[in-house]
């Protein structure tokens, strides 16, 4: 799946939109000053002089003189500054931030490639007639309720209960929510099913797509889809090769119900090749399943056991089934 034309003009002029914005701000501003601070205006009007003898130093190819006018400028700009700060403004006054610093509000890095905010906003319209993407938005860290987890219910191994246990995912998950850029952590959530695993790692994905993180949100069921499109895919068709490569390229990928597809030794492969991709290039993954360790681990290959193992956090839910308890309470 790839944006179409109309999908990828709405965007560009969605970044078209903000530049012009930000333009406007600053020429609003420069009114303001040149109505309140005359000294302003003269120092830029000293500056912008500068900068043409400047441009036709370098064109006469006068190093000397380029360099004599580059050190005015300098002066120039700093006494701009201290005029500003003098008068109560933020010397950045006539430079307001970017939506998107990193790209500048144009979509793409100084190197060419697409941007976080890119990806994730064509990620967003890529994936919008997703069921599961459609569902995040209704996922939130405060509607996630330790209420349910009962404290008298305890796992015989660890003698935690599951109150204990839930409390401590839900802890991680916030802290890895904040901490998301300068980490690089990976989850399991498993144990059985209705215990609010899903909802857990949805609200994780709503928080960060609200800070411009890219998050690809599927079950394992269609992962294993767009794989085997992209493995078998008839070549005279042109796949689009959009939704493969943003199982790689994401900045977060969450997959759902692992353990319910038909496991073989290709959903064996593609999974593996996801995982070891996602971990050496240092992206988030979170794997919500159904399955026991065990079971995880005689269900597919020990080097994808063991990536997991030694990769990722593991956060077990257990003794408690929420959508029966929630469809009790409705009735």
Not at 147 to 162: F, G
Not at 197 to 209: D, V
Not at 226 to 239: P, T
Not at 287 to 307: K, P, V
């Amino acid at each position: 799946m790839q944006l179409t034309n109309q999908q990828y003009n709405s965007m560009m002029q969605e970044y078209a939109d903000r530049r012009q914005a930000r333009q406007e701000l600053i020429q609003q501003r420069l009114i303001h000053l040149d109505r309140d601070l005359p000294a302003f205006r003269e120092v830029e009007d000293e500056l912008s002089l500068a900068r043409h003898e400047a441009l036709m130093a370098s064109i006469a190819q006068d190093r000397q003189r380029a360099e004599h006018y580059k050190g005015v400028m300098d002066a120039l700009s700093l006494k701009k500054k201290q005029i500003l700060t003098e008068a109560g403004y933020d010397e950045d006054y006539l430079n307001p931030p970017y939506t998107c610093p990193d790209c500048k509000d144009t979509g793409y890095r100084e190197d060419g490639d697409p941007c976080h905010c890119y990806i994730s906003r064509a990620n967003q319209l890529l994936y919008q007639q997703e069921p599961l993407m459609q569902e995040l938005r209704r996922c939130h860290f405060q509607d996630f309720s330790l209420k349910y987890y009962p404290k008298d219910v305890l796992d015989p191994k660890t003698s935690m209960s599951s109150y204990e246990f839930a409390e401590k995912a839900l802890t991680f998950a916030h802290s890895f929510v904040d901490n998301f850029k300068s980490n690089h952590d990976s989850m399991v959530l498993y144990g059985n099913t209705g215990a609010g695993k899903t909802f857990l790692s949805g609200c994780i994905a709503s928080a960060l797509m609200d800070q411009n993180v890219s998050v690809v949100y599927l079950s394992s069921a269609r992962m294993f889809e767009i794989c085997s499109k992209h493995q078998f895919g008839r070549r005279w068709d042109q796949q689009p090769e959009g939704e493969y490569n943003n199982l790689f390229r994401s900045d977060l990928l969450i997959i759902d119900d692992l353990g319910t597809e038909l496991t073989n030794s290709f959903t064996e492969s593609a999974l593996f090749t996801v995982l070891n991709d996602r971990m050496n290039c240092h992206r988030s993954t979170i794997i919500s399943t159904n399955l026991s360790l065990a079971e995880l681990r005689d269900t597919y290959t020990s080097r994808i056991f063991s990536r997991i193992l030694d990769n990722y956090k593991l956060f077990y839910f257990f003794g408690v089934d929420i959508r029966l308890q929630k469809g009790l309470e409705n009735h």
